[in-house]
């Protein structure tokens, strides 16, 4: 194994099957420890809860490193929300991942629990200095194989500075060709502000596919067409590879016609790239991250936790079968 996962864990045994998420959250006081005492499959907001014999699968590997862009240039739409916990989850079923914090509020650093304060190397390196990768990622504490670059502030610098240097769009393509030279990596994920920027535009050329997050509600459909005509020119110009390849339907509410019509109508136009299972609205997700965690590892039997391990199984189920 090359040189940035000699660092990983060894797994758990075929003999042991892979413990409950929550076995790999940090402690965060007495409330937590409450969630669900008096109902145990009702947690104390009425969000339902899995059985207590969830746990996690041992995921496909890939025969080569897959490499995704989460954007929507509509903002809330659960980007970075979709990133850490799409990533955390396929961490946790055994492959190694990388996330790629291209956005300098540094919201997925502060998920993954890593330090993101000003002066924090990260990205702003990487695309400014020619750092490798390899020198900045930091191993997330919620799993051995689960890696981030993180952004700090000075990020926001980077949009301008790069505006005149040489082959600025490719900078970050050719840092992650590097990087899964050197690490054996599985699955890079890039988390990106809601512009079409230099950063964003660094991460589309890097990556080979785009995953979409759409909010099941009104103007979804809008902003999808207005992201299909950016990858149209991204692959006409800079990258041919780029290819839509999956849509999750986020902050799903299954009691109002609205979030049935707006999945049924993406289901529609885009039936093959819309995965099964929707990531419903729940408090947990969003309460995750003030505790430096993902909903995979704050609470594992959340409805949102289930499905987003739904969805990274799906996930990984299709890049199996399509590189086999």
Not at 68 to 94: D, M, P, R, S
Not at 200 to 219: F, G, M, R
Request: hydrophobic share 35%.
């Amino acid at each position: 194994m090359a040189l940035f996962f000699r660092r990983r864990k060894p797994h758990t045994s075929p003999e042991e099957p892979w413990k409950d998420h929550a076995s790999v959250s940090r402690e965060t006081g007495p409330r937590r420890a409450a969630v669900g005492d008096h109902d145990p499959d009702v947690d104390e907001y009425g969000d339902e809860l899995a059985p207590p014999a969830h746990v996690i699968k041992q995921l496909p590997r890939p025969t080569e490193p897959r490499i995704i862009v989460v954007a929507n240039q509509k903002g809330g739409v659960g980007k970075t929300t979709t990133t850490v916990n799409l990533a955390t989850a396929l961490a946790l079923g055994g492959l190694n991942v990388l996330v790629v914090d291209n956005d300098p509020q540094g919201n997925a650093s502060t998920a993954l629990g890593i330090e993101h304060s000003p002066g924090t190397k990260g990205t702003y390196e990487v695309l400014m200095d020619g750092v490798g990768i390899i020198e900045h990622a930091q191993p997330s504490p919620h799993s051995p194989n689960l890696h981030v670059l993180p952004a700090a502030i000075d990020l926001s610098s980077a949009e301008l500075e790069l505006v005149n240097e040489r082959g600025r769009e490719h900078r970050m393509r050719d840092a992650i060709n590097q990087y899964i030279e050197e690490s054996g990596v599985d699955y890079v994920f890039f988390d990106c502000p809601p512009s079409l920027g230099l950063l964003t535009l660094n991460a589309l050329v890097a990556s080979t596919e785009i995953l979409v997050p759409i909010q099941t509600e009104y103007y979804a459909l809008e902003g999808l067409t207005q992201l299909l005509r950016t990858i149209d020119r991204v692959k006409g110009n800079l990258n041919d590879d780029l290819v839509l390849s999956t849509i999750l339907l986020t902050m799903y509410d299954g009691r109002t016609n609205l979030s049935r019509e707006v999945a049924d109508e993406v289901r529609k136009h885009f039936s093959a790239q819309t995965l099964p299972v929707e990531i419903p609205r729940s408090v947990k997700i969003a309460e995750a991250p003030s505790f430096g965690e993902t909903v995979m590892t704050y609470q594992a039997r959340s409805v949102g936790a289930v499905a987003y391990q739904e969805a990274a199984e799906e996930i990984a189920r299709r890049g199996a079968q399509e590189e086999s």
